[in-house]
């Protein structure tokens, strides 16, 4: 039976909670179950910063009402712990999301915090694959400066934010590429970033009010 097949069977209940949104929308969120708050956290700050800079610039508007979000794994306890990081049921769900993103072809996923990034990775078969305390703050803040640096609009984007952010925490990148300057919130640092990526490439994503 196919990873798709499989897929057909999760109850409908299940399936309403794992993806909200249209596929065919060029800008994707991938969230961990076991944080669904990083849409309010994380996700709406950063969006106030990119519409702000987006409208700024260009005097118009991305339009949110479709945009896609979809759990990594449809239920919390697939989610992988220290002690049995990538199961067989894992394997599956990863199976199922690259059949998803390779017939869309979304332009950017954003993911939010260590699993659902390292899941994009392991859908996008990046090596070396990483176990779950690799991903710290630093390290996922380094990938993003890759991500806003390699950006390229014929391929998936794939973006990682924090699950968290806290005060005191320092968002840390690369040598390479600066980071917030003093008194920059990480929301608006991240959220300026990527809206830079928007403007950049505005004729090419269908996202427009």
Do not use: C
Not at 61 to 81: C, F, W
Not at 162 to 190: M, W
């Amino acid at each position: 039976m196919s990873n798709l097949t499989l897929n057909r069977y999760i109850p409908a209940v299940e399936k309403i909670k794992q993806e909200t949104g249209d596929r065919s929308y060029p800008i994707w969120l991938l969230v961990n179950p076991k944080h669904p708050a990083v849409r309010h956290n994380i996700w709406t700050p950063v969006l106030a910063e990119i519409q702000d800079k987006v409208f700024r610039v260009l005097h118009s508007r991305i339009d949110t009402s479709n945009i896609y979000i979809r759990n990594a794994v449809r239920i919390s306890e697939l989610v992988p712990n220290t002690l049995n990081w990538w199961g067989v049921e894992v394997a599956e769900e990863i199976e199922v999301f690259k059949e998803i993103a390779v017939e869309n072809k979304p332009k950017i996923i954003i993911s939010f915090g260590a699993f659902p990034f390292e899941f994009l990775r392991r859908v996008y078969q990046i090596k070396p694959e990483k176990g779950p305390k690799f991903w710290s703050t630093a390290n996922l803040g380094q990938e993003f400066g890759k991500s806003i640096n390699n950006f390229d609009i014929t391929k998936t984007n794939r973006i990682p934010l924090l699950r968290r952010v806290i005060e005191t925490a320092k968002f840390t990148v690369d040598q390479s590429y600066s980071g917030p300057h003093d008194g920059e919130t990480y929301f608006h640092y991240v959220g300026t970033k990527i809206a830079d990526r928007i403007i950049e490439h505005k004729d090419d994503l269908d996202i427009w009010i």
